[in-house]
């Protein structure tokens, strides 16, 4: 079974534009499930994904994964930090950005920005 999965994902990952720029207006929460992102993880840790031999359709990858909401983001990041850390691959990973934080006290989601833009004053 895992080898079947690994085949059709590998098959859609290289051969075909799912995850292309030009379907991200298709896109639906149904899609966005980090258990893509594990299974790209682990197809690397495995050898079924090769940095180098497939760059260009984990390029693609992770520029859909940019396109993501940043709620849905979030969930990607310790994934993201370990493939980073483990498969470290200049303008790969960090394509996705995480320039937002979780407000943990308020549960609320808050996009970092410049203090004086939302109406704050440094001293």
């Known amino acids: 079974m895992v080898q079947r999965l690994d085949a059709l994902h590998l098959n859609l990952l290289l ?3 799912i995850y292309a720029t030009s379907a991200v207006h298709e ?3 149904f899609t966005m499930k ?3 992102v594990f299974h790209v993880a682990d197809m690397l840790r495995r050898g079924i994904l090769d940095l180098e031999v497939d ?3 984990l390029e693609q990858f992770v520029t859909w994964l940019e396109s993501w909401p940043d709620e849905e983001k979030e969930m990607l990041r310790p994934t993201l930090r370990s493939l980073e850390e483990t498969y470290p691959s200049p303008g790969l ?8 934080c979780l407000d943990t006290d ?3 989601w808050l996009h970092a920005r410049p203090p004086d833009s939302i109406g704050i004053r440094l001293a």
């Open 15 to 17: 051969e075909t534009s």
């Open 27 to 29: 896109k639906s929460h």
């Open 34 to 36: 980090p258990a893509l």
């Open 55 to 57: 760059r260009s359709a």
């Open 93 to 100: 990973w960090g394509r996705v950005s995480m320039d937002f």
């Open 106 to 108: 308020v549960g609320q």
